[in-house]
């Protein structure tokens, strides 16, 4: 597969653990946020959004969080698994303006 | 997944050679967008569509024109490859800008000789 994330943070965690991914961004009037998965190959699939008038939002085994005073975003993933294995996007925007998109977090699960 | 393909997937060229990565959605979506994705700097905007006819730039958009003829389709033309040209690019297609999801192809990988 496409080798696009050889100089990313990596969070290395055991099988069946619970892992944070964070994310900051810079605009304090971003007002969407999301998170993306990507596998190797493949293209980043949609995991879970919030809006800014929330401070939480979950899904299937993930939640994100929004601190909106520190402008922190956090994807929190219940019991991982190895098909959690991937490189994880944030991205934001405001109001009509493309999304914008982070570096990406590699999260490699330990069997 | 969104019905969204890119052609081709795969693609070696030369400096100095046109090339064309061509979008193909079957979602209806009004938004499309093409990125470029490389080593320490994730995804980079280069340029979108927001209707037919209607394109604008992105953060990237240096060497790169697009044009979209149709609904469905958006594509991107290097009129001179560069090697720094080189990279995976993607499409990506929404039925709203902004707070909304994208959806994503699967990618072309690109290089540039």
């Known amino acids: 597969g496409e080798s696009v994330g050889l100089h990313l943070p990596t969070l290395s965690v055991q099988e069946g653990d619970n892992s944070i991914i964070n994310c900051a961004y810079s605009n304090s009037a971003s007002d969407y946020f999301i998170w993306y998965k990507q596998e190797s190959g493949k293209g980043p699939q949609f995991i879970i959004d919030?809006?800014?008038?929330?401070d939480k939002r979950q899904g299937q085994r993930v939640t994100v969080l929004l601190n909106k005073t520190v402008k922190h975003l956090s994807l929190q993933i219940a019991a991982t698994q190895p098909g959690d294995s991937a490189v994880y996007f944030c991205?934001?925007?405001?109001?009509?303006?493309?999304?914008?998109f982070g570096k990406g977090t590699r999260l490699s699960v330990i069997a | 997944d969104a019905g969204i393909t890119q052609s081709p997937r795969h693609k070696v060229t030369e400096t100095g050679t046109p090339v064309t990565l061509r979008c193909h959605q079957t979602e209806n979506h009004r938004y499309m967008y093409w990125y470029r994705q490389d080593p320490g700097h994730g995804l980079r905007l280069i340029h979108y569509s927001y209707g037919v006819k209607d394109t604008d730039k992105g953060e990237v958009s240096d060497g790169y024109s697009v044009s979209r003829s149709k609904t469905e389709d958006f594509l991107l033309t290097l009129e001179s490859a560069t090697s720094s040209q080189t990279s995976v690019y993607f499409c990506a297609t929404t039925h709203r800008e902004g707070g909304n999801e994208q959806f994503f192809g699967p990618g072309t990988r690109l290089t540039v000789l």
């Open positions: 919030i809006r800014s008038n929330m």
């Open positions: 991205a934001f925007t405001r109001g009509n303006t493309p999304l914008v």
